[in-house]
């Protein structure tokens, strides 16, 4: 292989190398300003869904996730009798409601999370409670 072949293979591969460590920097930005939220759903007969609408739901809200970007995650959602509770992390109230309105889906309440507590809470140093 000519030196010139290898210098313009080397630069490419610096410029990609660069470009995915600005890309991977910027998503860490954008995760370090992440809140999560509980968003309340009230949804008649959520808990009856069948397989096929949720998993319908869920395509829906996978879709409109991809076209608003890194600035909010889906991370899990409970389904009740007739409410769905879903968790977010996003980087503000205002991309959730953006969400909720291209997705077709409502929102009755978000709450901002303060901190979580679980049974190992009850045993865990003050220092790591938050």
Known sequence: ???????????????????ATAAKT???KSMKNMKTYVIEREIPNAGNLTA?????????????????GPDIEWVQSYV??????????????????????????????VHLLSTTISPATATAALAEIK
Do not use: W
């Not at 769905?84 to 409502?106: D, Q, V």
């Open 80 to 109: 009740t009798d007739n409410k769905i509770f879903c968790i977010y992390k996003a980087e503000n109230e205002e991309i959730l409601r953006t969400h909720a309105m291209k997705g077709g889906f409502p929102i009755n309440s």
């Open 1 to 19: 292989m000519s030196m010139l072949c290898l210098t313009i293979a080397f630069a490419t591969f610096t410029a990609s190398a660069q470009t």
């Open 26 to 28: 910027k998503n860490e």
């Open 52 to 68: 096929e609408e949720l998993q319908g739901i869920s395509q829906k809200s996978c879709s409109v996730l991809k076209e608003l």
